[in-house]
């Protein structure tokens, strides 16, 4: 009886230290899948490495909150979605660009306006990409009219936010 408790208060003491050392190994699992993920590194240098590098809404409203107008074209190098180039886009362009419907919205509830040159193909780029949530997050804060003018675009353009900046 008396091997049987000590075995238990063995394995009470050892538990902690096990899932730990799990916990550790899942954690550099996660590094070698996601080494750029937010959990590794320091925080974004700009809004717009805050929209592509997928560090989530809340990094990108850090930078609005701090005074950056969700109306004001940022510049984007990331390849990805400029095709090597360094250009000017705006923000809301970007977040549909990169797929994010957190950031989309929260640039929209912030002062994201559609009737902006910048912004008036919105619409039509959550349309070529195919993103639903997108497209109603849009129709939500009033840009349903702008797929009116989504007139096939040709262009050699790699990128699809590319084809859509005016």
Do not use: H
């Not at 000590?6 to 996601?34: C, D, H, K, N, Q």
């Not at 190098?77 to 400029?82: Q, S, V």
């Not at 939500?140 to 675009?153: F, H, I, K, N, V």
Request: with cysteine; aromatic share 8%; proline share 7%.
């Amino acid at each position: 009886m008396r091997a049987t408790q000590t075995t238990f208060i063995a394995a009470l003491i050892a538990a902690p230290a096990l899932i730990a050392a799990l916990g550790l190994t899942a954690i550099e699992a996660y590094r070698m899948v996601s080494p750029s993920a937010p959990l590794f590194g320091g925080e974004p240098a700009s809004l717009a490495e805050a929209i592509t590098g997928g560090y989530g809404v809340e990094y990108a409203y850090r930078f609005i909150r701090s005074g950056q107008d969700p109306n004001e074209p940022i510049t984007v190098d990331n390849p990805e979605y400029t095709g090597g180039r360094s250009i000017k886009v705006s923000p809301l362009m970007l977040a549909i660009a990169a797929r994010d419907e957190n950031t989309t919205s929260m640039l929209l509830n912030f002062g994201a306006r559609f009737d902006l040159p910048q912004n008036r193909s919105a619409r039509c780029l959550a349309q070529e990409i195919g993103n639903q949530a997108i497209l109603g997050i849009i129709d939500r804060y009033g840009g349903a009219d702008l797929g009116r003018s989504c007139a096939e675009r040709p262009s050699a353009a790699v990128s699809p936010l590319l084809r859509w900046l005016d």
